[in-house]
């Protein structure tokens, strides 16, 4: 965090409105430390990087949501299977209310994963609509979050699952994702992978995000889920059941000799639920990074693992996983 911090480039005065709103939200200092970002001027908010309107919407969350203790966090650093860690956990907590085998009205058909398990911090900077959104949803709430865990709503205590990826896959991920949501995307990819492996990207440093949620798994496994995209990839219905027992809803031997577990994973694969229309073809009212109308198909894109070898040098890739291991030394946490 130290060289982030020595490289940060200027400090921001305060002047406009939302600035001050978020100067007067934050937790300790009066001047935030930017840096020029992948797509817009990024700010240092308590060790963490993002754009100014993140920022907002960080701050605003932690002022105004409300936890519930039976709240469930689906919490992920961008790009490491948001979409398909939403849709499986909700597949799996609502299945007795929405059957998944031969199912043709099952809400994963017709709704985004991202609107079964909203954001506590999307729309940004709109945050007071979204807050009353999250009131009004039943307990208990499957919900998720960008946020890196010290920057959680103080008062969380409820249980959260963690996805993590493999960094180079997330570099490569993000880097068509913000080609495709921001418009006018400017910049090459060999400074956004400089700004990456520097700590630099959307919530990152990626591996503070990482090592604070595997901190609290380390510390309450009972309460803090520790998943991994590759591993999920390799063994989906091991996956499956585990976290089905996490959400404290076991999967019955009845159930697994009926075939469930495959249905809920055949049901949330990437080649399901990226064919669907509502998640192929249809723009969504969702508000994206650049506060524009998102298409749900963007969180879609080949769902593959090993995908950064069609992109990154060997050089790139052994740069991002020296940075990786070194800052991960000693905390038992591999990828
Ligand atoms: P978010 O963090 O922006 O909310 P997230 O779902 O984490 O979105 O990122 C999308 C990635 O998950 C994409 O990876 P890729 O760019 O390497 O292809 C997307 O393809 C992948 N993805 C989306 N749905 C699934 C799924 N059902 N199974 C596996 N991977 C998926």
């Given at each position: ?181 921001i418009e006018g ?93 509502v998640n192929s ?20 894109r080949k769902g ?32």
């Amino acid at each position: 965090m130290a060289q982030v911090e020595l490289e940060a480039d200027n400090v921001l005065t305060g002047e406009e409105e939302d600035e001050s709103l978020l100067l007067s939200m934050s937790s300790s200092s009066n001047k935030l430390q930017t840096r020029e970002g992948w797509w817009t001027t990024f700010v240092l908010n308590d060790g963490c990087w993002m754009d100014r309107q993140a920022a907002m919407s960080v701050s605003l969350v932690r002022a105004q949501f409300v936890p519930r203790d039976d709240d469930v966090l689906l919490a992920t650093y961008p790009k490491c299977g948001t979409t398909w860690l939403k849709a499986l956990s909700f597949a799996i907590a609502n299945r007795h209310r929405h059957p998944v085998v031969s199912a043709s009205d099952h809400p994963l058909l017709t709704q985004s994963p991202h609107d079964l398990a909203p954001f506590i911090e999307l729309p940004f900077r709109h945050i007071h609509p979204l807050a009353a959104a999250l009131d009004a949803i039943p307990s208990p709430r499957l919900l998720g979050t960008h946020m890196p865990h010290h920057l959680l709503p103080p008062r969380i205590g409820c249980r959260i699952v963690y996805l993590c990826r493999e960094p180079k896959d997330v570099v490569i991920s993000t880097w068509h994702f913000m080609n495709k949501v921001i418009e006018g995307f400017s910049i090459d990819f060999d400074k956004a992978f400089e700004l990456f492996v520097d700590g630099c990207s959307p919530f990152g440093p990626i591996w503070n995000h990482y090592l604070g949620y595997w901190n609290k798994h380390v510390e309450e496994p009972d309460r803090v889920l520790f998943l991994k995209y590759d591993d999920m990839m390799a063994d989906p219905a091991g996956h499956v059941k585990k976290l089905a027992e996490f959400l404290r809803v076991p999967f019955t031997d009845d159930e697994v000799d009926a075939g469930v577990v495959e249905e809920v994973v055949r049901l949330c694969s990437f080649e399901k639920l990226s064919r669907l229309p509502v998640n192929s073809s249809v723009v969504a009212g969702r508000i994206g990074v650049d506060e524009r109308p998102m298409k749900n198909s963007v969180f879609f894109r080949k769902g593959k693992v090993r995908d950064w070898k069609n992109y990154l040098t060997e050089e790139m890739a052994k740069k991002l996983d020296a940075a990786i291991e070194e800052k991960l030394k000693g905390s038992g946490l591999t990828l």
